[in-house]
T-cell receptor
Framework: GQNIDQPTEMTATEGAIVQINCTYQ??????LFWYQQHAGEAPTFLSY????GLEEKGRLSSFLILSKGYSDLQLKDLQMKDSASYLC????????????FGAGTQVVVTP | DAGITQSPRHKVTETGTPVTLRCHQT?????MYWYRQDPGHGLRLIHY???????DKGEVSDGYSVSRSKTEDFLLTLESATSSQTSVYFC?????????????FGPGTRLLVL
């Protein structure tokens, strides 16, 4: 099976940077996804990592260290609209075609 | 945005009644998934489909059945609803199940079982 851990909640100030971490335990790692979910809405895809290193997309970057079972999602220049839950999800060759989701990190952006 | 719709969007029903939720896609994606989302548990997979008439169980499949008779439709049925099935249900689709099987989600169905 897979265990995925991420903090329950984080608070940050508008204009600042927030970094959300995700640790996982899985055999046959096959990729890690980050999703954003606003309250009452569906999750939307943010980023994908399968190799060690950094993926950048505008204000957002995601980082993966395979040997540590670790990923983090960094959001720069935070805006009020970034207040949402951020979900980490892992794909494994042991569960082909299925993703295992963490419980999500609620990010609260304050003025 | 992926063309995924779910119906109904909201439903209130009574314990013991059957309920069917529908997921419809216009993307011709092969893979479809049903999840439930509850506070503190995140998204949990109920059932998934890898093609017409090809389905398999997820981690929380008890009390649920699915059918997929057409590529575009994936139905989730609660044969006899229970209060523990009160939840938000999301359908998702993906085009592949390999390395980059990004899943795209429908808007969700809020189900209340009284």
């Amino acid at each position: 099976g897979q265990n995925i851990d991420q903090p329950t909640e984080m608070t940050a100030t508008e204009g600042a940077i927030v970094q959300i971490n995700c640790t996982y335990q899985t055999s046959g790692f096959n990729g890690l996804f980050w999703y954003q979910q606003h309250a009452g809405e569906a999750p939307t895809f943010l980023s994908y990592n399968v190799l060690d290193g950094l993926e950048e997309k505008g204000r957002l970057s995601s980082f993966l260290i395979l040997s540590k079972g670790y990923s983090d999602l960094q959001l720069k220049d935070l805006q009020m609209k970034d207040s949402a839950s951020y979900l980490c999800a892992v794909s494994s060759t042991d569960s082909w075609g299925k993703l295992q989701f963490g419980a999500g990190t609620q990010v609260v952006v304050t003025p | 945005d992926a063309g995924i719709t779910q119906s109904p969007r909201h439903k209130v029903t009574e314990t013991g009644t059957p309920v069917t939720l529908r997921c419809h896609q216009t993307e011709n994606h092969r893979y479809m998934y049903w999840y439930r989302q509850d506070p503190g548990h995140g998204l949990r997979l109920i059932h998934y489909s890898y093609g017409v008439k090809d389905t398999d169980k997820g981690e929380v499949s008890d009390g649920y059945s699915v059918s997929r008779s057409k590529t575009e439709d994936f139905l989730l049925t609660l044969e006899s609803a229970t209060s523990s099935q009160t939840s938000v249900y999301f359908c998702a689709i993906s085009d592949s199940a390999g390395e980059q099987e990004t899943q795209y989600f429908g808007p969700g169905t809020r189900l209340l079982v009284l």
